[in-house]
């Protein structure tokens, strides 16, 4: 709501910013990006709204991936677009490939399987490479290895759906993704002061067919692995199982060290063990939730109220005002409570303190 002449004062003259860090700190982070020669035309658009936006004042590196090298169109186009560093890597075939254990029979059949039932990126194999990658390898990139924390967005062009009518609905959704509000603090500084391991801006249920036994198998390790935790129950319980909300991984800022961690690291080679990052589909967000919901406490999980962000038809709008530096587009719904199997609710919830739940070995 527009205050009147009025009705301005000092306090709503006040910008209401969240945190302020204080200038000159500065965090070992970069902007860590996965994506193919093909989609420069959206990752342009969406560079220029994130240097406008925010990285035009701080000037945070930018990692480029890619399971193919980068052509020079690809890097000198982006490179007019920010004067900050940007690096370009290749992924290495060990980050990107069908390990020897899986067969790659019963993963021809489980594609075919998927594409028949029309589950989104069902069909495809590459999609299980990018999410396998951005689960348990990305950290430890040798361009990223030397970094603490990371801040990813995913920028979306193309829905590999055998569904017609799927097609024709994301192919009107304008490609890339989109940042609404100018960010006048280093959210990465923030986290670093703050102790936050992980954030998000979305959170929301996931597709049941892509992770048919992901949650009982994050059970079989938090029963070997004796976990203890206070922020699993976020996620479920031992009757109704799991409830399907996760963060979406398609923006996180989150520290690296969360994930070389040993104890991470021992789940994802546990979940990898099982063949079922192909022979199902699960996605890298359901995988990184799940970790933060055994090793970590509701505080060190941040929810980036005043980053305004849109990723396919899922938007966190942010509306601060007439004196705000937000600018939401008017055809654009705010998901936070309003959307389809929004987790908000259960976050805001969720107690501070945590529900305890141990998890005993069976012998
Ligand atoms: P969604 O965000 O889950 O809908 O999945 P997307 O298809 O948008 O994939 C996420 C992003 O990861 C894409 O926009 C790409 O930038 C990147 N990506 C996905 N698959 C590949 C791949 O096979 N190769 C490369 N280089 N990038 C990929
Ligand atoms: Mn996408």
């Known amino acids: 709501t527009y205050p009147t002449d009025e009705n301005i004062n000092s306090t709503t003259l006040t910008t209401p910013i969240i945190t302020q860090?204080?200038?000159?700190?500065?965090?070992?982070?970069?902007?860590?990006?996965?994506?193919?020669?093909?989609?420069?035309p959206a990752?342009?658009?969406?560079?220029?709204?994130?240097?406008?936006?925010?990285?035009?004042?701080?000037?945070?590196?930018?990692?480029?991936?890619?399971?193919?090298?980068?052509?020079?169109?690809?890097i000198k186009s982006i490179r007019q677009l920010t004067n900050a560093p940007t690096e370009f890597g290749l992924v290495p075939d060990?980050?990107?490939?069908v390990p020897d254990w899986v067969d790659e029979k019963q993963v021809e059949e489980a594609l075919a399987d998927y594409a028949?039932?029309?589950?989104?990126?069902?069909?495809?194999?590459?999609?299980?490479?990018?999410?396998?990658?951005?689960?348990?390898?990305?950290?430890?990139?040798?361009?990223?290895?030397?970094?603490?924390?990371?801040?990813?967005?995913?920028?979306?062009?193309?829905?590999?759906?055998?569904?017609?009518?799927?097609q024709i609905k994301y192919?009107?959704?304008?490609?890339?993704?989109?940042?609404?509000c100018d960010l006048d603090y280093d959210p990465f500084v923030y986290m670093q002061k703050n102790n936050k391991l992980y954030s998000f801006t979305i959170t929301l249920v996931e597709i049941p067919q892509t992770i048919p036994t992901l949650w009982d198998h994050t059970m079989r390790f938090a029963h070997q692995n004796n976990i203890k935790t206070n922020f699993l129950r976020m996620?479920?319980?031992?009757?109704?199982?799991?409830?399907?909300?996760?963060?979406?991984?398609?923006?996180?800022?989150?520290?690296l060290d969360l994930w070389r961690d040993e104890k991470y690291q021992a789940y994802f080679d546990y979940l990898d063990s099982t063949g079922n990052f192909f022979y199902e589909r699960w996605g890298d967000?359901?995988?990184?939730?799940?970790?933060?919901?055994?090793?970590?406490?509701?505080?060190?999980?941040?929810?980036?109220?005043?980053?305004?962000?849109?990723?396919?038809?899922?938007?966190?709008?942010?509306?601060?005002?007439?004196?705000?530096?937000?600018?939401?587009?008017?055809?654009?719904?705010?998901?936070?409570?309003?959307?389809?199997g929004t987790c908000m609710p259960k976050w805001d919830a969720f107690p501070e303190e945590g529900i305890r739940w141990d998890f005993k070995s069976n012998g």
């Not at 709204?49 to 052509?71: C, G, Q």
């Not at 060990?94 to 490939?97: A, C, D, G, I, Q």
């Not at 319980?237 to 979406?248: A, L, M, V």
């Not at 530096?325 to 705010?334: D, L, S, T």
């Open 235 to 255: 996620f479920g319980d031992e009757e109704n199982g799991y409830n399907y909300c996760h963060f979406w991984s398609n923006f996180e800022i989150a520290s």
């Open 94 to 97: 060990t980050m990107w490939s």
């Open 116 to 166: 028949s039932r029309n589950i989104l990126y069902g069909g495809s194999l590459s999609y299980r490479h990018m999410c396998r990658f951005n689960s348990g390898f990305f950290y430890n990139h040798p361009l990223v290895a030397k970094y603490d924390y990371y801040w990813t967005w995913i920028n979306n062009i193309s829905i590999i759906s055998t569904d017609p009518i799927l």
């Open 171 to 180: 192919r009107r959704v304008e490609p890339g993704v989109h940042f609404f």
């Open 21 to 40: 860090t204080q200038e000159g700190d500065r965090a070992n982070a970069a902007i860590v990006i996965l994506c193919r020669n093909s989609e420069l």
């Open 43 to 74: 990752m342009r658009r969406t560079i220029r709204e994130f240097e406008d936006r925010f990285n035009r004042k701080y000037h945070y590196p930018y990692v480029f991936l890619n399971d193919e090298p980068f052509t020079n169109t690809f």
């Open 285 to 340: 967000a359901i995988v990184h939730s799940l970790a933060a919901g055994m090793f970590l406490n509701k505080s060190q999980v941040h929810f980036f109220k005043d980053i305004g962000y849109q990723h396919d038809n899922f938007a966190h709008c942010v509306d601060d005002g007439v004196f705000g530096k937000c600018m939401c587009p008017e055809n654009v719904a705010n998901f936070d409570y309003n959307g389809w």
